[in-house]
């Protein structure tokens, strides 16, 4: 090019004008209103007044750039935008919050869709204070035509009372303004919250930190959570500046050690504000090392509250620019901060009704109800085969009837923590009801299905609960065409299950009653040789009263649960060395009835239930628990109750050493006709002086 030609000569105008000027393009929306400017080229004294070098500015939209534009209270893009659509210039002055000053601003376009602004800063400037967070907070308190009107109408003094009436004016109508524009932005946040389900409140709140982080003209927004335990925190959600980086990964169960300071502070519900990293105290020297790897050069957390606990904090950083908040611009993140505790209140609130409307609360498997809403959802022919496994506890009526709901509720968990450790993560485990489970296992062929079964199986075999084993039953079905519903596969399951259950069912409960005698045994003197004692003793004296063999075999069975129902009863009582005080004796007396409701759970040993309830009742009433009398006593339990206390005298206990034969018969002959029946005490003392000899021989003498 020509030196000296015209087009230099824009070219050194432009590059040494003292004004700032912009060539842009308008950035429409699909309705063709302008939403923002494409800057397609600036001059240095442009780069000046926004504080970046022009390669951080071409290329980018005004958006971007000047980050809170949008919520200013003049609508600078709309008036610009005009000009572009009309072609009319014009020329406004303005302030702008953003970047803390007026500006003598002139619009005009020579082409459609592009528009030139020039901006000139007038002279005269004031500390705009509250107008916004800035490190240079400065604006212009009026035009030179103001100032020369002053000059017309007065000396001195009053052209300098006038310049701080307009001062003041100026200053009350930024705050004003500013104050309009914040409750915009709580209202707008609010609203926002609102009309977002719980489950997408997340997104709102990512949402909140932008709008806030822009609009209070910071790097970075963010919200730290606090663990449970108040040991360490995690970074849930953040915002932050184009061309920054994501602190989030770095911010997984961060330990308060690293933050002493800082969480001694907002520990007491503090904010913590730190308008110079350099000036922190010197006891947050972890803190200001921290801060300073991290670039950050100012600083502002507030609490998160929830039920007047501190859950967390709203943060917010600095990076380019020290920053000198005023207490305006912090009680108002005071309010801020409200509405996102108002919004995290809302969100655990909502994970509580979703969690019990689609989990089990007990095992925190999914419900009955989820359950069936999955079979819908995945009953298509891309997810076939589809297997079901129906699942039954076995014995969860007998364990709860003799060891209590809580052993019960404990063995349901364990079930479902085997469910899950068995299964694999794309398979549906649910609670379907009861001692009842679901597994829904997609694209699973039915061999697959009984692999996961033997897995279960397997995994029950290691686990135990109060010494008493895990037992299911189970059963698979599958469905390979659309031809079949899946509430049939669900019944051709459950059939399959309970038919497994008829024959595994009766070995569970053997399984049980064996487990349980064994745990009777260790806290107690029943021994499976004194039980044999009794059996022993008891057949002699059910052959002297001409019991049938049946009736025989069921004294048999009674001798071996009769005190199943001690299985409740602490091991320190049933061994206390003095006698037991008036609670102790009363829990002890409860144990015929506790009896009573484990033999009527068992098939096997139900026929023993009402002996088992009466074996500790007295032939003149006077016993426990319902103060039967005389043959209103059953008679396999009068016999119980004589071989009973024949064993304990014969064989002694912590409260009472052991008996010799005479002894033993005149204790008999002493509580005959009141405590046991009178004509089975003189049959068994007749077996006892015919088998004087085998009682006293190593067999039965211990």
Not at 164 to 184: G, H, I, P, S, Y
Not at 373 to 395: C, F, H, W, Y
Not at 476 to 482: C, E, G, I, L, P
Request: overall charge negative; charged content about 30%.
């Amino acid at each position: 090019m020509r030196p000296g030609s015209k087009q230099d000569k824009y070219n050194l105008l432009f590059e040494h004008m003292p004004d700032a000027l912009a060539y842009q393009q308008v950035v429409t929306d699909q309705d063709g209103r302008p939403v923002d400017f494409i800057l397609v080229d600036v001059n240095p004294a442009f780069e000046k007044v926004i504080g970046l070098r022009k390669e951080k500015i071409v290329g980018k939209t005004v958006r971007q750039v000047l980050p809170g534009i949008e919520y200013e209270d003049f609508d600078w893009i709309g008036t610009c935008g005009k000009v572009a659509r009309t072609g009319k210039a014009i020329r406004f002055q303005e302030y702008s919050r953003t970047l803390g000053r007026f500006f003598d601003v002139s619009a005009y376009s020579n082409s459609p869709g592009y528009i030139t602004t020039i901006l000139h800063e007038p002279g005269g400037m004031y500390d705009a204070g509250t107008a916004g967070p800035s490190s240079e907070g400065r604006a212009v308190i009026a035009d030179q035509s103001e100032l020369i009107c002053c000059c017309k109408r007065g000396n001195i003094t009053e052209i300098q009372a006038v310049g701080r009436d307009v001062t003041a004016l100026k200053e009350a109508e930024q705050r004003l303004q500013f104050q309009l524009q914040f409750e915009k932005l709580v209202s707008d946040i609010s609203s926002y919250f609102v009309r977002l389900p719980s489950q997408d409140l997340d997104q709102g709140i990512n949402y909140a930190l932008e709008v806030t982080g822009k609009f209070f003209q910071v790097d970075r927004s963010y919200v730290i959570l606090f663990s449970e335990d108040n040991k360490t925190m995690d970074l849930t959600h953040e915002w932050y500046r184009e061309g920054l980086w994501p602190e989030a990964p770095n911010f997984v169960h961060y330990p308060f050690s690293r933050r002493p300071w800082w969480y001694d502070q907002i520990k007491r519900n503090r904010l913590v504000y730190i308008d110079d990293v350099e000036n922190l105290p010197p006891d947050a020297e972890k803190e200001k090392q921290e801060l300073r790897d991290q670039n950050t050069r100012s600083l502002l957390c507030v609490p998160i509250m929830q039920s007047e606990r501190v859950t967390g904090v709203l943060g917010f950083d600095s990076i380019k620019k020290t920053i000198k908040w005023s207490e305006d611009h912090i009680a108002l993140l005071n309010i801020i901060s409200e509405l996102f505790s108002n919004a995290f209140a809302r969100k655990i609130s909502g994970q509580k009704i979703r969690f019990l409307s689609f989990y089990d609360q007990l095992t925190g498997l999914y419900n009955r109800s989820y359950m069936e809403e999955e079979m819908k959802r995945l009953d298509t022919e891309r997810q076939m085969p589809i297997s079901v496994i129906m699942a039954d506890l076995n014995g969860l009526k007998l364990l709860n009837d003799s060891y209590g709901h809580a052993t019960g509720d404990e063995i349901l968990m364990t079930a479902a923590e085997i469910f899950r450790e068995s299964c694999r993560q794309e398979d549906i485990v649910a609670r379907w009801g009861g001692d009842e489970f679901v597994l829904l296992l997609p694209r699973t062929t039915p061999s697959e299905a009984e692999t996961i079964c033997r897995r279960i199986l397997e995994n029950c075999r290691s686990r135990y609960v109060e010494e008493l084993p895990i037992s299911i039953s189970m059963g698979v079905a599958s469905k390979r065409s659309t031809d079949k519903t899946m509430n049939e596969v669900l019944s051709e399951a459950e059939d399959r299950m309970y038919k497994k259950k008829l024959v595994e069912g009766k070995q569970a409960r053997r399984d049980v009653i064996a487990a349980m005698c064994r745990a009777v045994e260790k806290k107690s003197f029943e021994t499976g040789r004194h039980v044999q004692e009794m059996q022993k003793m008891a057949r002699l004296i059910g052959e002297g009263v001409n019991l049938t063999e049946k009736e025989l075999g069921r004294l048999d069975d009674l001798l071996v649960i009769h005190d199943i129902g001690m299985i409740n009863i602490p091991r320190e009582i049933l061994n206390k060395q003095g006698p037991l005080n008036e609670g102790e004796w009363n829990l002890v007396k409860k144990h015929p009835e506790t009896g009573f409701r484990i033999a009527r759970a068992i098939e096997e040993f139900a026929h023993t239930a009402d002996d088992i309830l009466s074996h500790h009742e007295h032939y003149d009433g006077s016993g426990y628990p319902l103060g039967l009398k005389g043959e209103e006593i059953s008679l396999l339990a009068r016999i119980t109750a004589i071989v009973d206390a024949y064993n304990v005298m014969k064989e002694g206990r912590p409260y009472r050493k052991a008996a010799s034969i005479k002894e033993i018969k005149a204790e008999f002959r002493k509580c005959s006709g009141s405590q046991f029946d009178p004509e089975l005490v003189e049959l068994f003392l007749g077996i006892i002086d015919r088998v004087e000899i085998a009682f006293e021989s190593r067999n039965y003498v211990r």
